[in-house]
T-cell receptor
């Protein structure tokens, strides 16, 4: 079945460690997005990518990094520079500006 | 400046009441796209509707209806005869071109409205 897969569903890390969240899609979509969701804050855009080997900072990119080496994959690294990394992270993809985004099931990251 | 404003943080209604969720957006583009999503307690986001900036026709789908007004930059969502299963967080989103050449499309969400429908 076509869709977006985020893994793992739950992730625990110690403070100061970098952690990479996986996002894979088999929808042949060009654009991919990473959002962070905190209670009462809605979905805030971290990074997005329109094509392979190119990506743009979103509204809250500090402390995060991404890569887009393959069309299907858009991993997000939460670095130790991110001051409040504990959150629910959602990955999305879509085929074009006018189309709806498809979302993964999310990764809940807890940093202790 | 907030691109997508959902001023209602939480709304609580009793089953069978009608409820309208407000969405106001801000963009300089003449071509843009608006979306509504639903996020039930399980967490996944469910797409509800898409509207482009050239189509101001209102739409009805079952108990759901949408009112798009460019003059007031609003794209409001009404649920008629609400049901307990409508309880969720509802998000409005804006897709617009950014950067030189307009080749990148940013998808910006509002903060969401938590709708609780009580039996």
């Amino acid at each position: 079945d076509g869709g977006i897969t985020q893994s793992p569903k739950y992730l625990f890390r110690k403070e100061g460690q970098n952690v990479t969240l996986s996002c894979e899609q088999n929808l042949n979509h060009d654009a991919m997005y990473w959002y962070r969701q905190d209670p009462g804050q809605g979905l805030r855009l971290i990074y997005y990518s329109q094509i392979v080997n190119d990506f743009q900072k979103g509204d809250i990119a500090e402390g995060y990094s991404v890569s887009r080496e393959k069309k299907e994959s858009f991993p997000l690294t939460v670095t130790s520079a991110q001051k409040n990394p504990t959150a629910f992270y959602l990955c999305a993809s879509r085929g074009g500006a006018m189309t709806e985004a498809f979302f993964g099931q999310g990764t809940r990251l807890t940093v202790v | 400046a907030q691109k997508v404003t959902q001023a209602q943080t939480e709304i609580s209604v009793v089953e069978k009441e009608d409820v309208t969720l407000d969405c106001v957006y801000e963009t300089r583009d003449t071509t843009y796209y608006l979306f509504w999503y639903k996020q039930p307690p399980s967490g996944e986001l469910v797409f509800l509707i898409r509207r482009n900036s050239f189509d101001e026709q209102n739409e009805i789908s079952g108990r759901y209806s949408w009112n798009f007004q460019k003059s007031t930059s609003s794209f409001n969502f009404t649920i008629t005869a609400s049901q307990v299963v409508d309880s969720a967080v509802y998000f409005c989103a804006l897709s617009e071109a950014v950067g030189s050449g307009g080749s990148n499309y940013k998808l910006t969400f509002g903060k969401g409205t938590l709708l609780t429908v009580n039996p």
